[in-house]
C-alpha cells in the first residue's frame, strides 16, 4: 500500500486507481516536516508522500510497505535520496518496531494514506481489478490465504456478514447466496467471474460504481485485515511520536474513517470513552485535535481526481502524557464475521 496514488477510473473496491498522492498540501501542512526531523510514512506506495516530505525539509524518513513489490519499486527514491530514506518491508501496525529498529527511540510524524495503490490495481494478475481479468487473490503481501479461499470456504452466512459489514452491500444475502450456487457449478478462481456473478444481483445506474464494488471492497478489507491493521498501527503512532508529533491519517470509506475518529476522539479526552473505545479511568489526554472533523479536499482536487472525492484527513498531536495501555482496540472494528473457516489450511 499506499502513498502516491490517484487517477480517473473507477476501478476497484475503494476507489478509482490513483496516480497522484490524495490532499497532498494538507497531509504536509498537518504533517509540517521540519529540518532534522523523522518521519514514518507507513503506507509508502509508489512513494508520493514519502517523496514530499524528503523535499519539504532536510529531514529524515522511514517508509513501510507490506507489498514486496512496492519495496522492490522504491529502490530507486532509497538510492535518490541516499541516506535520508529507508524503506522497510513490513505491515505499518508494527510501524513503532520499525521505526526503533532503524534507530529511532520516538519519531517527529506519522501519516497513513489508508487505501490500496494503483499498482496493485493496474495490475491483472494481482487480483483487485473488477474490469481487470485476474486470479481472484487481493493479498497485499502476496502471502497467506486469498480472495478466492475466502470465496471457496466461507458458508452463505460468513460470506453475507462479510459483504454486509466491511462492504456495506445491503445486498449481501443475495450475493453470497448467488456465490454459493455459482461455486457449486465451478471453482471461482478469476476476479471477472466473481464480478458477473455479483452484478447479476446488484444493479447500478450508470453514474453509481460498479455493482461489485463493496463486495471486492470486502474481500480486500478481509483478506489483508486492514481495519484490525489500522486501530493496531494508531496505537503503534501513539507509543512512537515524540511530544508534539504529528499523527496524519487519509483513509477513503467510512469504515475506516470511523475507526481513526473513535480513536482521536477517545485519546484526546480525559477519562471520557466510548461504547467504540473505552478509556482507561484517569488517563491524560495523549493528543491534542490539530483538525476539528475531517478535513477534504477542495473542488479542483475532487475535479482533477474523483479518489479524493471520498478522502477524509483527520490529524492530532502528541501530548506529553504516556501512551494509553494498548486497551480494548478491537472495540473499535465493526462487528465481524466469523473467518476461521479461510485460515484452516
Not at 454459493?180 to 460504481?209: F, G, M, N, S, Y
Request: charged letters at 25%.
Amino acid at each position: 500500500m499506499m502513498a502516491g496514488r490517484g487517477g480517473s477510473e473507477t476501478d476497484a473496491a475503494g476507489g478509482p486507481a490513483r496516480h497522484l498522492p490524495v490532499l497532498l498540501t494538507e497531509v504536509l501542512d498537518y504533517l509540517a516536516p521540519q529540518p532534522g526531523g523523522v518521519y514514518v510514512d507507513g503506507t509508502f506506495g509508489a512513494g508520493g508522500y514519502t517523496r514530499a516530505i524528503l523535499d519539504a525539509a532536510d529531514c529524515r524518513a522511514i517508509a513501510i510497505d507490506r507489498d514486496p513489490n512496492a519495496i522492490r519499486d522504491g529502490q530507486a527514491l532509497v538510492a535518490e535520496f541516499g541516506g535520508r530514506l529507508t524503506l522497510v518491508p513490513e505491515r505499518f501496525s508494527a510501524l513503532d518496531a520499525v521505526a526503533q529498529a532503524a534507530g529511532e527511540t520516538l519519531v517527529d510524524g506519522v501519516v497513513l494514506d489508508i487505501g490500496v495503490s494503483s499498482m496493485q490495481i493496474d495490475e491483472g494478475e494481482r487480483g483487485f481489478s473488477f474490469r481487470r481479468d485476474g486470479p481472484l487473490d487481493m493479498r497485499m503481501s502476496q502471502d497467506g490465504p486469498s480472495a478466492a479461499d475466502l470465496v471457496a470456504k466461507l458458508s452463505e452466512t460468513e460470506l453475507a456478514n462479510l459483504v454486509y459489514r466491511f462492504g456495506e452491500e445491503r445486498h449481501s444475502r443475495a450475493v453470497a447466496k448467488a456465490i454459493l450456487a455459482a461455486r457449486a457449478e465451478a471453482p471461482i478462481e478469476r476476479t471477472l467471474q466473481l464480478a458477473d456473478i455479483v452484478a447479476k444481483v446488484v444493479w447500478a445506474k450508470p453514474h453509481e460504481p460498479h455493482p461489485s464494488t463493496r463486495t471486492f471492497q470486502a474481500l480486500r478489507i478481509a483478506v489483508n485485515d486492514e481495519l484490525g491493521e489500522l486501530a493496531r498501527a494508531l496505537a503503534a503512532a501513539e507509543r512512537i511520536l515524540k511530544p508534539g508529533g504529528r499523527l496524519v491519517v487519509v483513509t477513503f470509506h467510512s469504515l475506516e474513517d470511523r475507526i481513526v475518529k473513535n480513536f482521536l476522539a477517545n485519546r484526546s479526552k480525559v477519562a471520557s470513552g466510548s461504547r467504540h473505545l473505552p478509556a482507561v479511568a484517569g488517563a491524560a489526554p495523549s493528543f491534542t485535535l490539530l483538525a476539528r472533523g475531517a478535513v477534504e479536499a477542495g473542488e479542483e482536487e475532487r475535479a482533477a481526481n474523483p479518489r479524493a472525492r471520498s478522502a477524509k484527513l483527520r490529524a492530532a498531536a502528541r501530548t506529553t502524557a504516556p501512551a494509553h495501555p494498548y486497551g480494548d482496540l478491537g472495540s473499535l472494528l465493526p462487528p465481524l464475521p466469523v473467518l476461521d473457516a479461510h485460515r484452516r489450511r
